[in-house]
């Protein structure tokens, strides 16, 4: 295809621009802006530079240079040939704050975009650990409830509990996804787990000590109509192994120590929790039921000492005349 002189010149200069995007040094910058301010093609008319030059400008991270780009008419919906990732989740990947605020106040919509994977930026933050990016990402107008489009239907937080790691604060991301309307204890469509449940299935300590402060319900049952510990319990006596068995331990104590988990309802199986606890005895093989023994032991020791020491009060106080 033949160019005018201005086309040729426009696309020259888009190709050194992106050629040195790919070796940038701060030495660099002062060429990439004259080329930009030159008129350098932003749109990739008459030429495939591979990665748009936008993207290319943020994993530079010079912010500069991405609003220069975006006053000459970048596209902040364009993507990256590899992963389908936008300039917005290239930030978010690399925890660029200053250039994603650019980025967002240039076109706020970047938000809803996703990847060859159907994450959102919302999505990729979450499970990267960085709660001051979901903040923003959510004040910036993210659907705190958002289902990838492709693959498993996770939400952003069931998307962040989906190994035993979550980096960064995870409670402090719960606590923003649940300030912008997010359900903690909704259930994912295929699973039918709730976060808690995932957390705990995968032995995310972190994650499941953040939605259990956070309020998430530990009462919630799973499709077999059990709570959680009623099902730790369950697999424990049909002789499943546990992932990580002194985390799950511990997260059993978190569950229980909330002071929520109901001993006497009767389960799909006819059972209390109190019951099963009972129904284990002193098993050595049995160390959640062993965990959930001795926290009655010493809830029971504690209300008997509580008790007590009432009525200690009340006889030194003498009989009400």
């Not at 929520?260 to 002193?282: H, P, V």
């Not at 039921?289 to 020791?301: C, D, M, P, R």
Request: hydrophobic share 40%; charged share 25%.
């Amino acid at each position: 295809m033949d160019l005018s002189e201005d086309d040729f010149r426009a696309t020259k200069l888009a190709l050194l621009l992106s050629d040195t995007l790919d070796k940038y040094t701060p030495d660099n910058k002062a060429d990439c802006l004259k080329w930009i301010a030159e008129g350098a093609d932003m749109h990739g008319t008459h030429y495939q530079p591979g990665t748009d030059i936008i993207i290319k400008a943020t994993r530079v991270g010079d912010v500069d240079i991405i609003r220069a780009l975006l006053n000459a008419g970048a596209d902040v919906h364009s993507r990256n040939n590899a992963s389908y990732r936008t300039a917005l989740m290239e930030t978010v990947m690399r925890g660029q704050h200053e250039a994603a605020d650019i980025l967002l106040q240039h076109d706020a919509s970047i938000v809803h975009d996703r990847d060859q994977d159907g994450c959102t930026p919302l999505h990729l933050a979450m499970i990267g650990g960085d709660d001051v990016f979901v903040e923003k990402l959510l004040k910036a107008g993210a659907d705190p409830e958002s289902k990838k489009s492709y693959g498993q239907p996770d939400t952003p937080l069931l998307h962040a509990i989906k190994t035993a790691i979550s980096p960064g604060d995870i409670q402090k991301s719960i606590v923003h996804l649940q300030n912008a309307g997010a359900d903690i204890d909704a259930r994912h469509e295929l699973t039918e787990r709730t976060a808690l449940m995932q957390a705990t299935y995968v032995c995310n300590r972190r994650a499941a000590e953040g939605l259990i402060v956070t309020g998430a319900d530990v009462n919630a049952e799973n499709s077999l109509g059990l709570t959680i510990a009623e099902n730790m319990l369950v697999e424990e006596h049909m002789g499943v192994r546990a992932h990580n068995l002194e985390w799950q331990k511990e997260i059993l104590r978190l569950l229980l120590e909330t002071g929520k988990t109901d001993f006497f309802r009767k389960n799909s199986y006819g059972m209390t929790l109190q019951d099963m606890i009972a129904d284990a005895g002193n098993r050595a093989d049995r160390p959640f039921a062993q965990v959930a023994k001795q926290y009655l032991a010493t809830t029971i020791e504690k209300k008997i000492a509580t008790g007590t020491q009432q009525k200690r009060k009340i006889h030194r106080k003498g009989p009400t005349p």
